[in-house]
């Protein structure tokens, strides 16, 4: 079995273990199982540095409920981001979801945070790192709606690079789905033929992907270490 982008109880892991069952466990971690996962941490350092380099400092974040592990990691990426540049992290500046569908990682708490954001006036964020493109869309939708431009009154960098941000010419971080998917299936055939071969955890950096609601140009510079980097342990 490939198990993708879920929570697992131990109960089930044990279950699976004891049944000698092969599972991959895809966009998460068990270090009983085979496993990859994305560094959502580094992603989100990156993009909130990306922000930095272009000169905002009241850089806010816009994110899931902090119950999903991404949305901490994610939460501690932009923390680390902000301190090592000696930006204040304003809690006025930090809007998470309340628990609900998905653990907020919909248009819908997209668009309501964003509201808030917007509600503080002439304190609000001169950029925004959102937890993921589906949020993002929610929240430049609002954007729209209250006649501000992107990125020239409000910078936003998403999470993930779903289909539709190349659309809405959203900057995001790319996580490389595909070739994770490819490496699932590798390693779940290589465990049908032996269940005695070791655990594997795999782990990969998202790639920064340059559009136009960050203010950077399509041709700026990419730093080296703003570079996708992958990591198989």
Known sequence: MLFLSMRIPESR???FLRSRTPLVFVDGYNRNLDSLSIDNKQGAYLATRRLISLGHKRIGMLNANLQSL??????????????????????????SSPPGRLDGFTRESGAALMREFLALGRKRPT?????????????LSVLNESRLRYPEDVAIVGFDDIEMASYLGLTTMRQPMFEMGVLASEILARRLNDLRQPVSHSMFVPKLIIRKSCGA?????????????????
């Open 217 to 233: 140009s399509l041709t700026s510079e990419v730093k080296p270490q703003d570079q996708e980097t992958q990591a198989i342990a």
């Open 70 to 95: 991404p949305a901490r990691q994610r939460f501690k990426g932009y923390k680390q981001a902000m301190e090592e540049s000696g930006l204040p992290l304003s809690a006025s500046l930090i809007k």
């Open 127 to 139: 950029a925004i790192l959102v937890s993921c493109d589906v949020q993002a869309s929610g929240a």
């Open 13 to 15: 892991v044990q279950q």
